[in-house]
Each structure stands twice: as C-alpha cells, then as structure tokens.
C-alpha cells in the first residue's frame, strides 16, 4: 500500500468516527436511543432482560439503508460484554452468521423469531433500565454506536 492511499484510508475512517462521534453526543443529551451515520440508521434498538441473571442475552434492532447501495453488517460488538454474535434463524434453527444483509432502500430487521445478536459474557449482569452499547460494523466501512435500552424478558416493540 503506497503512503497516498494509507493516508486516504486513514483520513476516511477518521471522518467517520468524528461524524458518528458527534451524533452519539447528540443523542445522549436528549434521550434519544436511535443513532443515524451516513445512509444507514438504527431504529427500535434493545435488549429483553436475560432470563438467568447475567445469562445468555439477545439484541434486535433495525439497520435501515437510505442509499442506492447494498451493505452488509459484518461484525457487532459491546464494551459489556466479551461475545456479541450474528444469528441467522432458519425456520426453528438457527446459526451464527458472518454478515447480515443490509439491501439498498431496504433494512435489515433483527427481531424476536427471526435474525437476532446473542451476548455473552457480561462485565456486569444487565438490569432493566440500563443502556448497553453496541458497536456495528459495516461493509463499506461505517462504524455505527448506539445506546440500547434493556428491556422486560417478555418486552414487545409497540406493546
Ligand atoms: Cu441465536
């Protein structure tokens, strides 16, 4: 790799983290829980109260994809917890995934019975009412940081 493109590469991932930097400060002072970086966005984030205390966890959210190009989200993961992994369900299995479609104008939907993240391993038993981060990674480079609420073991979005 010659020094231009290193120093190119270099200045990208530094205007993303600097841009995702200032929308995570935006959202933490006024509550919000969804996080926006580029043509991607985060929506209807969080995190059902493990059913052991400090056990196995699940996480379901939205990518959604303003852009007219696929992404893929490659790899998650939380400052609480050592393990988050992708799960790709398959009718009544499921395994793991090395990344999850992120189709142009369409989204990605982690929800109950279907595509899901698996935490392991908490550096502190969850609680409802905490906010756990998790870092997503993206194919064509963007870092997303949100903040996402731990919720009732039995929680359903919109109920
Ligand atoms: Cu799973």
New binding site residues.
């Given amino acids: 790799m010659n020094a231009f493109r290193r120093s190119a590469l270099i200045g990208a991932g530094l205007a993303a983290a600097l841009t995702a930097g200032v929308f995570v400060v935006g959202c933490g002072s006024d509550g919000a829980t969804d996080t926006k970086a580029s043509e991607l966005s985060i929506s209807g984030s969080y995190i059902p109260l493990p059913a052991t205390p400090g056990g196995m966890g ?1 996480g379901y959210l939205t990518v959604t994809n303003n852009g007219g190009g696929d992404d893929q989200l490659v790899k998650v993961s939380s400052p609480a917890a050592k393990s988050v ?1 992708m ?1 790709r ?1 398959t009718g009544s299995t ?1 395994e ?1 995934a090395d990344s999850l479609p992120v189709p142009a104008h369409g989204a990605l939907k982690l929800e109950r019975g279907g595509n ?1 993240l ?1 935490i392991m391993g908490w550096s502190k038993d969850p609680a409802v009412g905490d906010r756990l981060e998790l870092d997503l990674t993206f194919a064509k480079g963007a870092t997303i940081t949100v903040q996402v609420p731990v919720q009732p073991l039995t929680y359903r979005p919109g109920s």
């Fill in positions: 699940a992994t799960h369900s499921m793991q899901h698996m």
